[in-house]
Antibody, heavy 122, light 107 residues
Framework: QVQLVQSGGGVVQPGRSLRLSCAASGFTFRDYPMHWVRQAPGKGLEWVAVISYDGSNTFYADSVKGRFTISRDNSKNTLYLQINGLKNEDRTVYYCARDSSRGGPLYVFDYWGQGALVTVSS | DIQMTQSPSTLSASVGDRVTITCRAS??????LAWYQQKPGKAPKLLIY???NLESGVPSRFSGSGSGTEFTLTISSLQPDDSATYYCQQYYSYLYNFGQGTKLEIK
């Protein structure tokens, strides 16, 4: 069965960096675009970034452009999100999610990781 | 940017009731709309895509309809397990954004 298992969340000081990971199994990872979606506690969902199935293309929400980097290692079936210069507003749960469409992204998210909470605190 | 507005924000209904949640887009998104269910502390779950297509494994009591700017999610006979927050999401264009959510409570 499809599984996305996340790791890398935690408490980080303002200004520091953090890398989130999402290990995929149960499907051919290299065939699917992958996304990150975030949710501040008690708030709604916000799409953050997408990476193409082969890692050659990335696209970001304006709100994170320049600070976040999405990447993937298809040999390890793992998706990453590097967050630089963490701010207090970055306290949120980050979800990895699989795009429902092989090939080009459709921006429909059919499988999700369990979420990773990032808390920014000095 | 396209704005997505859900109504109501909260809803309380009894087991067996027919429940409808509405999602409106600020401009036409054709049928590029998905619905998700999220329970507390859990990741969202895809229910409906392309406005009316039921995701595999989702109970048939869930259905979606609409096109253009107005969409509905209907639960034909509410079950206790349906207590959750429901989100619509447009995937017609960037921001690929979600509605603010509808919290459904069971009386």
């Amino acid at each position: 069965q499809v599984q996305l298992v996340q790791s890398g969340g935690g408490v980080v000081q303002p200004g520091r960096s953090l890398r989130l990971s999402c290990a995929a199994s149960g499907f051919t990872f290299r065939d699917y675009p992958m996304h990150w979606v975030r949710q501040a506690p008690g708030k709604g969902l916000e799409w953050v970034a997408v990476i193409s199935y082969d890692g050659s293309n990335t696209f970001y929400a304006d709100s994170v452009k320049g600070r976040f980097t999405i990447s993937r290692d298809n040999s390890k079936n793992t998706l990453y999100l590097q967050i630089n210069g963490l701010k207090n507003e970055d306290r949120t749960v980050y979800y990895c999610a699989r795009d429902s469409s092989r090939g080009g992204p459709l921006y429909v998210f059919d499988y999700w990781g369990q979420g990773a909470l990032v808390t920014v605190s000095s | 940017d396209i704005q997505m507005t859900q109504s109501p924000s909260t809803l309380s209904a009894s087991v067996g009731d027919r429940v409808t949640i509405t999602c409106r887009a600020s401009q036409s998104i054709r049928s590029w709309l998905a619905w998700y269910q999220q329970k507390p502390g859990k990741a969202p779950k895809l229910l409906i895509y392309e406005a009316a297509n039921l995701e595999s494994g989702v109970p048939s009591r869930f259905s979606g309809s609409g096109s253009g700017t107005e969409f509905t999610l209907t639960i034909s006979s509410l079950q206790p397990d349906d207590s959750a927050t429901y989100y619509c999401q447009q995937y017609y264009s960037y921001l690929y954004n979600f509605g603010q959510g509808t919290k459904l409570e069971i009386k």
